[in-house]
Nanobody, 115 residues
Framework: QVQLAESGGGLVQAGGSLRLSCVVSGSTFSIDGMGWYRQAPGKQRELVAAISSGGSTNYADSVQGRFTISRERAKNTVYLQMNSLKPEDTAVYYC?????????WGQGTQVTVSS
């Protein structure tokens, strides 16, 4: 019913920037929050940034001050602005939609940061 489509990933040099987009299609009622997660090779998937239905945001300590999550309701889109990228930010980034106890996931977009 709900589909999430990430885009904006790519290869960048350390210190560069990328802006990820997550477009939500289908039913968008009763969304509790949206978030970005990432999974690097050999590591667990981790929460990077999240935004609640009320606009409250939170970030992983590792990206605090460098990444910004935002939403554009008219376009059913959530963004992740990533600045001052580091090689350790390299991962597949996934968009997440939370509704009650249920979560929906996109297919992910690869972000690679070279030194």
């Amino acid at each position: 019913q709900v589909q999430l489509a990430e885009s904006g990933g790519g290869l960048v040099q350390a210190g560069g920037s990328l802006r990820l987009s997550c477009v939500v299609s289908g039913s968008t009622f009763s969304i509790d929050g949206m978030g970005w997660y990432r999974q690097a090779p050999g590591k667990q998937r981790e929460l990077v940034a999240a935004i609640s239905s009320g606009g409250s945001t939170n970030y992983a300590d590792s990206v605090q001050g460098r990444f910004t999550i935002s939403r554009e309701r008219a376009k059913n889109t959530v963004y992740l602005q990533m600045n001052s990228l580091k090689p350790e930010d390299t991962a597949v980034y996934y968009c997440n939609l939370r509704r009650g106890v249920l979560s929906s996931w996109g297919q992910g977009t690869q972000v690679t940061v070279s030194s």
